[in-house]
Nanobody, 121 residues
Framework: QVQLVESGGGLVQPGGSLRLSCAAS????????MRWYRQAPGKERELVAA???????VYADSVKGRFTISRDNAKNTVYLQMNSLKPEDTGVYYC???????????????WGQGTQVIISS
């Protein structure tokens, strides 16, 4: 059974930092894109950062210079280091991965269950 398991959310004061982790488990052949999305209360889910396999990393304008996405391909894990956090960063953060389970197999989308991030004093 394939899973994406996120961790690292919590309550932090403005200006603080958090590091989110998302580990993919199961019989995975390869992982293409790994991304972080977030959904604030009453708003649509939005892309925060994307780390394609071998491609250019992309950030939402609102997080550039504050957030860093990275991957450990040996561990099938993606991280999101979040610094200088603001109240508007509050939301549920979701991990996404585009994975293949056999050679020349189809790509399949998977989502994590989400981890809550609250930025408040």
């Amino acid at each position: 059974q394939v899973q994406l398991v996120e961790s690292g959310g919590g309550l932090v004061q403005p200006g603080g930092s958090l590091r989110l982790s998302c580990a993919a488990s199961g019989s995975i052949f390869s992982i293409n894109a790994m991304r972080w999305y977030r959904q604030a209360p009453g708003k649509e889910r939005e892309l925060v950062a994307a780390a394609p396999s071998g491609g250019r990393i992309v950030y939402a304008d609102s997080v550039k210079g504050r957030f860093t996405i990275s991957r450990d391909n040996a561990k099938n894990t993606v991280y999101l280091q979040m610094n200088s956090l603001k109240p508007e960063d509050t939301g549920v953060y979701y991990c996404y991965a585009d994975m293949v389970f056999r050679a020349l197999g189809p790509r399949q989308d998977y989502w994590g269950q989400g981890t809550q991030v609250i930025i408040s004093s």
